[in-house]
């Protein structure tokens, strides 16, 4: 039986390198994840669908032929009626046909990017101090201050 000779490691390079074979082996996971097309789709969604369309929505996902898009349920059910002509859009800007559906997924109101809107933390306590600020001086100004933190601790429980 012979020994196994250990790995041969290939030869280094020290010379520079461009970006790209840098950040591909990072993008391809997340582009795998969430669909090639949707990078394309967030970069170029104003000048695809229009500027009034793209503030009331934003691509969430593209992947099997369906594009999932976020706004809000009144956004939403006027879009549903504009989805021929979206699909026809969109799958100009990309080339073929890869939208084959568009899904709707709600975001609240003010969302940024798909993100939910923040609720509670540090946001909060502020709102709270702000509505305590035109209380009158006294005993029952500090009371009702009291009386609102403490409906503020209660509606984040």
Do not use: Y
């Not at 970006?19 to 994840?33: D, K």
């Not at 549903?80 to 799958?91: D, E, K, Y």
């Not at 029952?140 to 601790?153: N, P, T």
């Amino acid at each position: 039986m012979g020994a196994k000779l250990p790995p041969v490691e290939p030869p280094r390079h020290f010379a520079p390198r461009g970006i790209a074979a840098l950040v591909a082996p990072i993008l391809r996971p997340a582009l795998r994840r969430r669909g090639a097309s949707l990078a394309t789709l967030i970069e170029d969604w104003p000048a695809i669908v229009g500027v009034a369309i793209a503030a009331r929505s934003v691509p969430v996902k593209c992947a099997a032929g369906t594009l999932t898009l976020g706004c809000t349920g009144p956004d939403a059910l006027e879009l549903q009626h504009q989805v021929p002509a979206l699909m026809a859009r969109i799958n100009l800007a990309l080339g073929g046909a890869p939208v084959a559906r568009v899904r709707f997924v709600d975001l609240p109101p003010g969302g940024d990017g798909g993100k939910p809107v923040a609720r509670g933390g540090r946001r909060r306590e502020v709102a709270v101090a702000e509505s305590c600020e035109g209380l009158p001086e006294g005993p029952i100004g500090e009371a009702l201050a009291r009386l609102r933190r403490g409906m503020g601790r209660r509606d984040r429980a």
